[in-house]
């Protein structure tokens, strides 16, 4: 029986919010409205309250990329990933993720953040599966340009842990399947799934999960 090691990507393995750098990435290439990149911010501190409306936010983030061709956006976001995202991934945070993958556990990464500016960093990291928000494309093919919209549950909060029960049964796996359950993430936000792991580990923590860490025993790591 095997292991499944879960991984959230903001400020877990990675040392930022992907969104908000690609808001600002996006402002620096004319790609977005005024103040975009502000907006966002005031997203991310919606998020780390516990109050963020994620439909809003959503719509917001979303709009600006259904102005551009998939061919466009791939080519910003390779040079997003050479500018902003690789030099940024520490060693320690490679190597978490390596030991799991060759221990020859099942990996995951679950973000709340869409699938278009996170799939090519689960890729730098190795990881096949990604849960992340799906974005609406024309027509519904994948390869479709961006609508504007998003569909299916979005991995946030409990949403992650219904993703992830999805992922599973089309495997035909479920939570029993497993020796043992690893998730690693920073935030609260994260709660729901955190317990469902028989191993969470609080990962750089925010300070509320750093608190309820340390009540429950909970191992606490950091990877910058």
Not at 87 to 108: M, N
Not at 114 to 131: N, Q, S, Y
Not at 151 to 174: A, C, H, Y
Not at 188 to 202: G, Q, T
């Amino acid at each position: 029986m095997t292991e499944l090691a879960l991984f959230d990507l903001d400020h877990t393995l990675i040392p930022f919010d992907s969104s908000q750098e690609w808001g600002r990435y996006m402002m620096q290439q004319d790609m977005a409205p005024e103040g975009f990149a502000a907006r966002l911010d005031q997203f991310q501190e919606d998020y780390v309250a516990g109050t963020l409306d994620m439909d809003a936010y959503l719509r917001y983030f979303a709009a600006p990329l259904a102005n551009y061709s998939r061919t466009e956006l791939d080519q910003w976001h390779e040079r997003f990933m050479d500018a902003v995202v690789r030099p940024q991934i520490t060693a320690e945070a490679r190597q978490l993720v390596q030991q799991h993958l060759d221990a020859g556990h099942l990996c995951g990464i679950v973000t709340a953040t869409i699938d278009f500016v996170t799939r090519p960093i689960a890729r730098e990291f190795g990881v096949e599966h990604l849960l992340a928000i799906t974005l609406e494309t024309a027509n519904g093919q994948e390869d479709g340009a961006y609508t504007g919209g998003w569909v299916g549950i979005p991995t946030f909060r409990e949403g992650k842990v219904t993703r992830s029960e999805m992922w599973l049964q089309d495997m035909g796996l479920n939570w029993d399947s497993f020796a043992a359950i690893h998730f690693y993430s920073d935030s609260m936000n994260d709660l729901p799934l955190l317990r469902h792991a028989s191993h969470p580990v609080a990962t750089n923590p925010d300070a509320r999960l750093k608190v309820l860490a340390e009540q429950e025993g909970w191992p606490i790591i950091q990877l910058f």
